[in-house]
């Protein structure tokens, strides 16, 4: 899992979108993205109730993610 795309709101075309990233270096770390706000997230709060889409990335045998 590299990303989570988190909706708020009453309908999918009505609320507010946030995004949740992990760097692919080392250290492995998770960034809240919400509107022009980027700040350090702990990993046990990425998945919610308000995840909607979630991005994953191919693990390759010899690629370090």
Same mark, same amino acid.
């Given at each position: 899992?590299?990303? /989570? /795309?988190?909706?708020?709101?009453?309908?999918?075309?009505?609320?507010?979108?946030?995004?949740?990233?992990?760097?692919?270096?080392?250290?492995?770390?998770?960034?809240?993205?919400?509107?022009?706000? /980027?700040?350090?997230?702990?990993?046990?709060?990425?998945?919610?109730?308000?995840?909607?889409?979630? /991005?994953?990335?191919?693990?390759?045998?010899?690629?370090?993610?």
């Amino acid at each position: 899992l590299i990303g /989570v /795309v988190n909706h708020i709101g009453a309908t999918i075309d009505r609320g507010h979108y946030t995004t949740y990233a992990r760097q692919l270096t080392d250290p492995l770390l998770w960034f809240s993205f919400n509107d022009e706000h /980027v700040s350090p997230i702990d990993e046990s709060n990425i998945i919610s109730q308000d995840a909607y889409i979630l /991005v994953y990335i191919k693990h390759e045998e010899d690629a370090y993610y």
